[in-house]
């Protein structure tokens, strides 16, 4: 047998470009066309009702290659729910699994299509028997490709929630997870959730510092239902410093970890109760901001509930912490009288009592932010030991990068939580830091640092017991935590970088003088209905028009003002204009 | 069969199948030249090839016998024309194999007596302690202390120098070992007795048994991921051939312990070796030398020893160890400057396709050579096994080729002919050597949770020792047991410089029982010769030598070696340009457009070789030309593929391309986590497929692999 003779050959010959691409364009045309005269029929179809098998199928087909038209779903969708009222339940079931196998398709397709997914989960809800494991080990497979798809993040939820897979099997999968990629978010978050589920944080024993001589509610500032017992918290915290040191510019897992460290929110009370006899007026302080009219706030006076109408310190704060009342006139008006009063929060079933004794002008009941170590930052008030560990770590991992952001925040949040006016300095010396690294964000870190201080000074104020708040000099640029000061009589804001007075504002109820000289204040809104405002004081700022003035007119004790170094003062009227809108000015310094 | 002769023209003549030989007959197939592809071996891939177990157990049986067997040269004069010459070729490898020693250390079932039968077969003096019935084949002096019946076979006159110490005391001996053991056996029972009946499981007969889905390589290597092979595999589209694993651990030892070396981000995160300030170190080190402007930081320690840089940056002892030994593949003393090239190679490759920066090949590296001659074939090439090439004619005046004769005594004119290493006697004995252990061991030398590891282990020594460990998912061992490479740069011989890692590593026949390492279920060791390239002198300008396997991990020194040799023979064109997707190809005669069709332009001319038996084509021509490239039917035994799922009956290459086969095609996973589908685990297929089988392999029954070439039943 003679071998075959081979033609001596030179190239293989390839199509060209333009070939292919002619062939390609071809294909598409008649690939369009098919399509195009599918989709009329189903259009058609669905109009006259008809709901059968060959819809079923063109569906398919129309679907296949374009997964995301969202009509066509809806037409399958009504379909199927017919073919629910007239076939068998073993008909049904093996309609449901072809439906589930032509998803698969569709998804292997387009892993992000939200007609598909969304199919998915009716067809899994509707099944008669569905297979969850299988569709827990599709979302499994689909998150080992893709681990931030959230499409898939979300159907599992439904899928884990529908056949009940145990928590700890699904904590697990977060470990493996974080384990082949720790920068995803997802999983993370996922593990916080899961944790308060399977080891939750023991019920404290009654804390020895509770003083019930307050005639307040039990105090328990910390609600447990969201924390993680420490046991397992400080195998969490090793977790996720092993993720950090790894990654240091990684924020996902320093997400995870501030959410560690945070405190649960606190518990919804009444904070403080606060009457004055001379504007007959009781003001309310809560621990978040509500609406009053829809708590169900009552107030009791001497046994007798009243009839007040509750309105918000601003009319801007439809939610706010501190709302206030009149009582009916000459109730409490008289000063030898001593009247008990209560304030109940029926929607969260507590009450906070307040008593006004005979002789003095006005009362108040509260917790302090000392007493309530309400400005920890976001951390939990976990033993310091604990705390004092991690700013070890963290300011070891600072030496070896002192230029990360992520670690110099988390270093000033625990010292926060251990000793806020201790780290004072060094707190303000990381800020610096990071308003240098990360400039982009230096107004987020100015305003934090605000807040910090404003704090800080709250805390100094209650140590010292008075009510006077001083905080000049201090680059303020902005300003928070104005319920905390609902008692303060005189605020001095001087010499710093503030630019309004917000509405928030208003919540200083009790307030007299008011100093924020050399500041940037173009805006007086929240200088409204302060009913025992006497001085303002506004040197060198930014107040140009008249109408900026115009909240003062609603303050009626104002007497002295001191406007020297604004704009508005060049104004030719300003006289006469200022003495129309607020005629209780006497002392007028332009 | 003499009727059966080659064409008697070709542009490329290429003698061995080996890595080098196969890429260059692609490339010069691809671009159009005419390559007729040779090997005297029966099987592909030369030393690059990888065995059965039963096919490597023949091949070392071949090692011998074939230095028996020297031909006189013929008297090619006859075929010659006025003003020629020629080279004569040797017919057996000259720089060949040597020191191979076999170890067997499976226990017999139906015997309580745990030694059981070995075969040494032995060509430097050797010792065997053997305690139940062995053969020695010795060609050099041996001592054979025996305790059951033993065999010495000795070659030639040695036979006085073997001493052998007979059977005499045997019996009691045995007897004794016997009453030993089943008292072993009845200790209670711990944790281990698990492991004792599964390693009691596989005997030796089992092994050869189930040896065909063994697939052994002679060479351990690697492919980096951004290596010089992956990079031509993609461009070529040879990749569609071939399937890939990636390595999934690296692994050092460490104070005598197995450790993971963490060098990815999700291994340093989860790494339980490091404490976290060292874990910022590590990542710190690692992304420094990833910078451009490294150059800058080492200047000052360039030339200096790289452990003395290490040191400089304060990293503590396990991570100097892991960076140096695990990550540079370094010794202590290598200069800072390559160390720290080799570091930024290999962080270079990481991620791309997995955790580590190495892929290896499913089935074996010897896949790869085959895939190379598949695409040479696509294209044209012609491919004879057993079929070798006797001289060379050379053209006096101007010192160039211009025909071979081939071992059927046929001239065959040819513009360039290309050779693998070890063709010319007058070359001399190699200098460099590499020493190799194969083991087939019974566990993992770090066991883990999830099973199928394909491991890389450093070794650090005089001579490093690399170890690579298989699992049964990269289709190279049967499930129960692991296949282990070992390789050094030899000292002595492999003997001498592995077995003391061996022992250290794992048990032998005479480790304690309780042992928790894993067991040698059998052994091998053998030098073999470093290829770096062809040392002789004055060869005709047109012939060309390859190099054989260096001692390297990569394989960045074959792929630039073929692209040399390819770029002398055709300086003016490109070196594996990406081949076209079947359907583009143009057949004479057909509309474009039309689709692929298998059978040729002159298809009448080759009826009687298209589904012939392997049995009634012994004869190494059963090559087809470019129109039926058909390596499957045509040459079952010698078959480059493992394709069980190609059928039979559509032997076109061209067709061979099933669209589940993970791709290497531009698959950047950082950007496309599809292309990840290349790693079975990560198979993007939604299914609830089983996630350690490869997705394309799902129909191959790998009991329907085609078995490698039996060199036993030749001759």
Known sequence: ?590 | MASEHLPSEFDVVILGTGLVESVVAAACSRVGQRVLHLDRRSYYAGKWASFTLNGLLSWIDEQNTTLASEEQSKDWSALLEEGEDLIGLSTRDVSPVTNLQVFNYTRSPCLLVARSPCLLVARSPCLLVARSPCLLVARSPCLLVARSPCLLVARYQLLRECFCFSEEEVEEEEVEEEVEEEGQDQTPARETEQEEKRRKRLSYAELLKEGRRFNIDLVSKLLYSRGALIDLLIKSNVSRYAEFKNVTRILTCRHGNIEQVPCSRSDVFSSRLLSVVEKRMLMRFLTSCLDQDTPLLYQDFAQRPYLEFLQHHKLSENLQHFLLHSISMATPDTPTATALTATRHFLQCLGRYGNTPFLFPLYGLGEIPQCFCRMCAVFGGIYCLRHSVQAVVVDKSSNRCKAVIDSQGQRISCSHVVLEEGCFTQNATPTRWVSRAVLITDGSVLPSEAEQQVSIVTIPSESPVRLVELCPSSMTCIPGTHLVHLTCQSLGSAFQDLSPVVTRLFQTADSDHHDQRPGVLWCFYFNMSEGLGSEVSELPSNLFVCPGPDGSLGHDHAIAQAELIFQKILPDEDFCPPAPNPEDVLYPGEEPGTGPSHQGEEPQTSPSHQGEEPETSPSPQGEEPQTSPTHQGEEPETSPSHQGEEPETSPSLQGAEPETSPSLQGAEPETSPSHQGKEPETSPSLQGEEPETSPSLQGAEPEKIPVQPENGTQG
């Open chain 1, 1 to 590: 047998m003679g071998l075959v003779a081979r033609q001596t050959h030179g190239r293989l010959k390839i199509k060209t470009t333009a070939q292919q691409e002619e062939e390609r364009r071809k294909e598409l045309e008649k690939k369009m066309k098919l399509y195009v005269a599918a989709r009329d029929v189903c259009f058609s179809k669905r109009k006259e009702g008809v709901l059968d098998e060959e819809a079923l199928l063109l569906t398919q087909q129309l679907l296949s290659s374009n997964p995301d038209f969202s009509t066509l779903w809806n037409y399958r969708r009504e379909i199927l729910m017919h073919l629910e009222t007239v076939r068998e339940e073993d008909d049904l079931q093996k309609i449901f699994e072809s439906e589930l196998s032509f998803l698969e398709s569709c998804l292997k397709q387009k892993p992000k299509s939200y007609g598909s997914w969304h199919q998915r989960g009716w067809v899994s809800a509707r099944m008669p028997r569905p297979d969850w494991a299988r569709e827990l080990s599709l979302c499994d497979r689909c998150l080992s490709l893709d681990e931030r798809n959230f499409h898939c993040w979300d159907y599992r939820r439904v899928v884990v929630k529908m056949s009940g897979v145990a928590v700890d099997q699904e904590l697990r999968f977060t470990d493996r997870l974080i384990g082949s990629n720790f920068s995803n978010y997802s999983s993370w978050h996922y593990r916080s959730t899961l944790l308060p589920l399977l080891h939750p944080e023991s019920p404290e024993p009654p804390s020895p510092d509770h003083q019930p001589g307050r005639g307040s509610p039990p105090p328990s500032p910390q609600t447990n239902a969201h924390r993680v017992c420490e046991e397992q918290l400080l195998k969490e915290y090793e977790l996720v410093q092993n993720a950090f040191f790894t990654d240091p510019n990684d924020q996902s897992a320093w997400f995870y970890y501030r959410w560690l460290l945070g405190r649960a929110e606190r518990e919804d009370m009444i904070s403080c109760v606060y009457v004055s006899r001379e504007e007959e007026r009781v003001a309310v302080g809560f621990s978040k901001p509500v609406h009053a009219q829809s708590v169900g706030l009552m107030l009791v006076l001497d046994g007798q509930p009243q009839r007040v109408e509750w309105r918000s310190v601003h009319p801007r704060l439809r939610h706010s912490p501190v709302w206030v009342c009149d009582l009916p006139p000459a109730t409490i008006s008289d000063i030898g009288n001593e009247h008990n009063l209560t304030v109940h929060w029926t929607e969260k079933h507590t009450h906070r009592d307040c008593a006004l004794y005979n002789g003095r002008t006005e009362s108040w009941c509260r917790d302090s932010a000392t007493d309530q170590e309400l400005f920890r930052s976001e951390l939990s008030v976990e033993k310091t030991s604990v705390l004092q560990s991690e700013l070890t770590s963290c300011n070891q991992l600072q030496e070896l990068e002192p230029l990360n952001k992520w670690c110099l925040l988390t270093i000033i949040l625990l010292m926060r939580a251990l000793d806020p006016l201790g780290y004072e300095k060094e707190t303000l010396a990381h800020f610096q830091t990071l308003k240098e690294v990360d400039s982009m964000r230096s107004a987020y870190y100015g305003d934090l640092c605000s807040k910090f201080m404003i704090e800080n000074t709250i805390l100094k104020m209650e140590y010292a017991e008075v009510r006077v708040f001083s905080i000049s000099d201090k680059k303020l640029s902005t300003l928070c935590h104005l319920d905390q000061l609902l008692l303060v009589t005189h605020i001095n804001l001087s010499s710093n970088e503030l630019r309004r007075l917000p509405p928030q504002f208003s919540m200083l109820q009790c307030l007299e003088v008011l100093e924020a000289d050399n500041n940037s204040i173009e805006d007086l809104e929240g200088v409204y209905q302060l009913p025992k405002l006497e001085e303002i004081s506004l040197k060198n700022n930014k107040i140009s028009k008249m109408e900026d003035l115009a909240p003062l007119a609603s303050c009626p004790k104002l007497r002295r003002l001191d406007l020297r170094g604004n704009p508005v003062t060049q104004t030719a009227s300003i006289q006469s204009d200022i003495a129309e809108l607020l005629p209780s000015v006497t002392d007028l310094l332009l």
